[in-house]
Nanobody
Framework: QVQLVESGGGLVQAGGSLRLSCAASGSISSFNAMGWYRQAPGKQRELVATVISGGSTNYADSVKGRFTISRDNAKNTQYLQMNSLKPEDTAVYYC?????????WGQGTQVTVSS
C-alpha cells in the first residue's frame, strides 16, 4: 500500500512563497505520474500541476509562471514550489501518485494566503 504524506503548508502573505513536499512510502520511480490538486471551500477539486515519469510537466493556467512541480526519485518525494502567492491560491492541496490503473492520494495540507 502506497502512503503519501504532504508537508509545507501554512499561512503566508500575498506575494510570498511556500514549498510543498509529498513524501512517498516507497520508490516513486515506478509511478507513471505525480501531481497536485487543490480544493478551496465550496469548490471542486482542481488540477494544479502534474509531472510524468519522463519529466514533462503540465500546469493549470492560473498557476503557470508561479508554481513549479518537481520530483526527486532519490528522496521518493515530489515538490510544489509556489511563488507570488495570491489569496485565490488558498485551498487544501493534495498530492497524488499514479501507478496505473490506481491513483493514490495524500491527506492534504492547508495553504492560506492573506491579502
Amino acid at each position: 500500500q502506497v502512503q503519501l504524506v504532504e508537508s509545507g503548508g501554512g499561512l503566508v502573505q500575498a506575494g510570498g512563497s511556500l514549498r510543498l513536499s509529498c513524501a512517498a512510502s516507497g520508490s516513486i520511480s515506478s509511478f507513471n505520474a505525480m501531481g497536485w490538486y487543490r480544493q478551496a471551500p465550496g469548490k471542486q477539486r482542481e488540477l494544479v500541476a502534474t509531472v510524468i515519469s519522463g519529466g514533462s510537466t503540465n500546469y493549470a493556467d492560473s498557476v503557470k509562471g508561479r508554481f513549479t512541480i518537481s520530483r526527486d526519485n532519490a528522496k521518493n518525494t515530489q515538490y510544489l514550489q509556489m511563488n507570488s502567492l495570491k489569496p485565490e491560491d488558498t485551498a487544501v492541496y493534495y498530492c497524488h501518485a499514479d501507478r496505473l490503473p490506481r491513483r493514490y492520494w495524500g491527506q492534504g495540507t492547508q495553504v492560506t494566503v492573506s491579502s
